[in-house]
């Protein structure tokens, strides 16, 4: 049987961050968390971020935590904007921005 959700913690220049990927019909949910907010896939949306007022960058057509780190961002919340992401730099930018 196929693992369905996997999580991996990683370090990116010295910060400490958790990483998860989650099977799904048609593609796997994928998510980086930073202490101060985080990176996800398409299956999640900015419009929820922002009304609860979290920190998150939107990337799309990512399969793994690495592809989500080399990503391109699509999207960002206003409070991620306020701690420097912006579109078009990568995953793991944005979440050494937010870490």
Do not use: W
């Not at 990483?19 to 796997?28: D, R």
């Not at 980086?32 to 007022?53: P, Q, S, W």
């Not at 999207?75 to 701690?83: I, L, N």
């Amino acid at each position: 049987m196929k693992e369905t959700t996997m999580e991996k913690d990683l370090t990116i220049q010295g910060k400490k961050m958790t990483g998860v990927e989650i099977a799904l019909p048609g593609a796997p949910l994928v998510l980086v968390h930073a202490t101060g907010g985080f990176v996800m896939c398409g299956y999640l949306n900015i419009e929820a971020a922002d009304k609860l007022g979290t920190a998150a960058a939107l990337v799309r057509g990512v399969k793994t935590i690495d592809d989500l780190l080399k990503a391109p961002v699509q999207a960002v919340s206003k409070a991620a904007q306020g701690k420097g992401v912006q579109v078009s730099m990568t995953g793991e930018k944005a979440l050494l921005l937010l870490g």
